[in-house]
């Protein structure tokens, strides 16, 4: 039997075809198994990591919602001179401000006593006092800027519970009065370590030549509003005028204005007072005026920036042993005086003296206490 030819090409033909066909579909079987597996593994990285990102996210809330709850609180003031300007931004990286908890957190634990803690970073804030150029070569045309940084460092804690009231007020006492716990200004071994925000590489070491620690709260430059200790009554400013230089202030049970807890104005009482908590309240709505007392009665006025001014805005901040959230405000310059809601109008505030002058708040009259409620 004698096969044609085209016949035999024809069926070569096929079966190549259907060879070709075959591994097409292999091959895209193969492929589309890879890819799957790819599509899986990955789908599975992701959730792992979604996972591992909810974990981490649920921590940092639950760390973070710690932070309301320590017993005390303090602002360091590294003072910094370094013959090179650097940004403020390398103090906020989280290299840097790791750098900041491990000297903080050592040097701490070096001046107290019979107690051991973790200080937690709340804010650093980096202030330049100044900044100046200076002749780095007489002979030389080249100079050299100089800055003077305070670096204002909020830190929170809680002593150890072995730790009893009186090894507490000792400690608070030797953090806040301890001389130049850093050393002298000519002993170069304490330093941060400032890291720059795009290279970990670039790093300088900037020497601490002044430390000075004061006692402070939680509600340190935050807003809050100021309730009645037990009716749902708020410190409210009667705004009739803007521009006026005071504004009565009354106790609202629908209208409240919030303040910002700021550095008292008068400065020098907290340097010679360091474990004291002093405090200005500044309005939210009318620019540059603070609660004053005045007369015996509590306004808000626009800062003239003079002596008496600066003294009637300053109060020193009380916080209940039984609950850190209820505070009593007494003045600066009249001693045992104290702001109160008037027994007479029950709407206005005072400046008095309650009948149980000990600086124990727990015992006070309930007219005298208030609560601090942040605004968030």
Not at 88 to 108: C, G, P
Not at 310 to 318: A, G, R, S
């Amino acid at each position: 039997m004698v096969l044609h030819p085209r016949k035999s090409c024809r069926c070569d033909g096929r079966r190549r075809k259907i060879i070709l066909i075959a591994f097409i579909i292999g091959g895209n079987f193969w492929l589309g198994t890879i890819l799957l597996a790819s599509v899986i593994t990955n789908f599975e990285n992701n959730l792992t990591i979604l996972k591992l990102y909810r974990t981490q996210l649920k921590r940092a809330q639950t760390e973070g919602s710690d932070e309301k709850y320590y017993e005390y609180y303090f602002r360091i003031d590294y003072t910094i001179v370094e013959s090179t300007c650097i940004p403020v931004d390398w103090f906020n990286t989280n290299a840097t401000r790791t750098s900041i908890f491990h000297l903080t957190n050592a040097k701490l634990n070096m001046i107290t006593k019979n107690s051991i803690f973790n200080v937690n970073i709340i804010s650093v804030n980096p202030i330049i006092k100044n900044n100046y150029t200076v002749e780095s070569n007489p002979f030389s045309r080249g100079r050299t800027r100089v800055c003077d940084y305070v670096l204002q460092l909020y830190i929170g804690f809680n002593f150890s519970s072995y730790c009893n009231d009186a090894c507490r007020t000792e400690n608070v006492q030797l953090l806040t009065f301890t001389y130049k716990p850093f050393g002298d200004s000519l002993d170069r071994s304490f330093s941060i370590a400032l890291y720059s925000p795009t290279s970990t590489t670039s790093t300088v070491d900037f020497k601490i030549y002044q430390f000075v620690i004061y006692q402070s709260s939680i509600y340190f430059h935050k807003q809050v509003y100021i309730r009645s200790f037990n009716e749902s009554h708020y410190v409210s400013a009667l705004i009739l005028d803007s521009t006026a230089l005071r504004t009565s202030i009354v106790m609202s049970p629908i209208d409240r204005t919030f303040f910002i807890i700021t550095d008292p104005l008068n400065e020098r009482i907290v340097e010679n007072n360091p474990s004291i908590i002093y405090i200005s309240l500044l309005s939210t709505v009318v620019p540059n005026a603070y609660l004053r007392h005045e007369n015996a009665r509590i306004l808000l006025r626009k800062n003239d920036k003079s002596i008496s001014f600066k003294q009637d805005t300053t109060f020193k901040l009380l916080i209940s042993k039984n609950n850190k959230d209820v505070v009593a405000f007494q003045a600066l310059d009249l001693a045992d005086s104290h702001i109160a809601i008037d027994s007479e109008s029950h709407t206005a505030l005072v400046l008095t003296q309650p009948k149980n002058k000990q600086s124990d708040i727990d015992n006070f009259e309930t007219r005298f206490l208030f609560k601090l409620h942040l605004n968030e």
